[in-house]
């Protein structure tokens, strides 16, 4: 029921039981004028008036409500557990008529999680990669902005539409290409709630920071001039080990050869006939 409801009844027959227009002119404030509410959450509202004599006056909700100080002309209240967004009223009589005004009350849920995903994480030059952030349990996300970084620069940024219920997961992607100095700087994301318009504050969260694995193709050629290296020097050192062995085997054989003529001789001087 709208609390309109409750107070349209009285108004009409204040109307016609009282002669409107003879009454000093008054006003009736809210401080503040706005209020953003965490989920769940609590706030203090001041509901005053000019009117230098006030009757009866207050606030008008249907929220729990605690009343923490009051004057004549104001009244202070603490009001709590608002989980949802509405519509507080705050009322005064002054000589026979009543005012009243209107105070919105937006709920909010700060980004719980913010992530960012490169995939993958290890790029080559020139090839394509995708940045991935995703915002967890965010409301209103009408006022939600997400925005990825790289270093310090912004290189892209996602608003996001009424819709409901809302989703507990929003994304923000980017399709890029990988640069040398990608690896420079790391990439991450920053989840902005700005609820400025409705009465609150700027808020923030912010990834960790995720770093972009670069493979310069450079590389790849440097790699195969050091392997070639590599493996002609092998094939010196196997061929020069390979040439010792065969050298060491030929003059081993040569020295038997030798041994073998020194026995011959050997055998030839024993049948020599001995002189007399
Ligand atoms: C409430 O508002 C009135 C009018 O602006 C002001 O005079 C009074 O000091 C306020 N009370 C508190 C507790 O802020
Ligand atoms: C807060 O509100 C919820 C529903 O909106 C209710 O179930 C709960 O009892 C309330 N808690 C207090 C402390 O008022
Ligand atoms: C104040 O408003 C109430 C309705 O809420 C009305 O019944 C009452 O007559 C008003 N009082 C004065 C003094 O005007
Ligand atoms: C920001 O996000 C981190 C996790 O991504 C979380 O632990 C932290 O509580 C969040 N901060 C706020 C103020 O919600
Ligand atoms: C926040 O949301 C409200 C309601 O949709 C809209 O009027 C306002 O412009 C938004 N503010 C920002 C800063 O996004
Ligand atoms: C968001 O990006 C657009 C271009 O895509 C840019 O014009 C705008 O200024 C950016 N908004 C913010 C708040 O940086
Ligand atoms: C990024 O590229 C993939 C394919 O590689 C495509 O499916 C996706 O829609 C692109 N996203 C954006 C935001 O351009
Ligand atoms: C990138 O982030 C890592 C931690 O994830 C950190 O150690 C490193 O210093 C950061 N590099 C730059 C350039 O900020």
Redesign the pocket.
Known sequence: MSPFGCWSLPMTLLTLLCCPGSEKAFEVYTQPEKLAVETMGSQKVNCSTSCPQPKMGGLETMLTKTLLDQQLQWKLYLISNVSEDTVLYCHFNCSGEQKMKGLPVSVYKLPKKVSLKLQPTWVTVGKSFTIECSVLGVEPLENLTIFLFH?KEALHNQTFGRTTPAPQEVMATLNSTAHRDDS???FSCQAQLDLRSRGGDIFYNIS????LEIHEPMQDSWMVIIITVVLILLFLFVTSILFCFAFSQHWYKNRTGNYGVRAAWRRLQAFRPQPA
């Open positions: 270093g420079l700087h790391n960790e920071p995720q770093v």
